[in-house]
Every structure is written in C-alpha cells, then in structure tokens.
C-alpha cells in the first residue's frame, strides 16, 4: 500500500511563501510519478505542478509557473512544493498524488490520472 502524508500547510500574508513536503513510503518513490494539486473552497480539485520518476520533466499549471516549485529528495522520500508569492486565490487544500508510470516522461495533470493521494493540507493566503 502507498502511502503519501503532506505538511507545511498555514496561515501567511500575500506575497508570502510557504514549503509543502510530502513523505511517500519507500515502495512509491522511485518510480512513480508524484504531482500537487489543489482544492479552492467550492471548486474542483486542480492541477498544480508534476514532477516524473527521475525527476527530470516537470510540468506546471499555468498559473503557478514561475511561483511555484516541485522537487524530490531521494535520500528522505520527500516531495516538496516551494511556493513564493502567494496570494489569496492560493487559498487551497493542497494535496500530493502519485501513479506508478514506469521510466518515462509524461505526466498526468488530471485527478484521475493518479492512484494514491494524501489527506491533504490546508493553505490560507489573508490579503
């Protein structure tokens, strides 16, 4: 069973940034697919940013690029999302996901596209 559990969620002011980290168990990191996505209040979940199984492709929504950072680290099974200049549409429930894709390069950006999920951590951005 994967297993994925985020933290680094709050409360900061706009134009803060805030570090979200993501421990999968040992099984899922090497060559799974791990990605963030995000729920506003009263909105679908979305897409945020993907990153592959070598950590070599990355893939970010449209809207967070150039804000936002995914990276891995092997040595702690940790994927982090670094978010600089947060505003309130920020405002979220972020959640990690993984998917077992074998060593390739593309990348999921729909919900379905991934198997395991975590329970989520909440992001507050106050204007």
């Known amino acids: 069973q994967v297993q994925l559990a985020e933290s680094g969620g709050g409360l900061v002011q706009a134009g803060g940034s805030l570090k979200l980290s993501c421990v999968l168990s040992?099984?899922?990191?090497?060559?799974?697919?791990k990605a963030w996505f995000r729920q506003p209040p009263g909105k679908e979940r979305e897409f945020v940013a993907a990153?592959?199984?070598?950590?070599?492709?990355?893939d970010y929504a449209d809207s967070v690029k150039g804000l936002f950072t995914i990276s891995r680290d092997d040595a702690s099974d940790t994927l982090y999302l670094q978010m600089n200049s947060l505003q309130p549409e920020d405002t979220a429930v972020y959640y990690c996901?993984?998917?077992?894709?074998?060593?390739?390069?593309?990348?999921?950006?729909?919900?379905?596209?991934?198997?395991?999920w975590g329970q989520g951590t909440q992001v507050t951005v106050s204007s």
């Open positions: 040992r099984r899922a990191f090497s060559a799974y697919a």
């Open positions: 990153i592959n199984w070598s950590g070599d492709s990355t």
């Open positions: 996901a993984a998917v077992a894709l074998g060593l390739g390069s593309w990348l999921p950006t729909r919900p379905s596209g991934y198997h395991y």
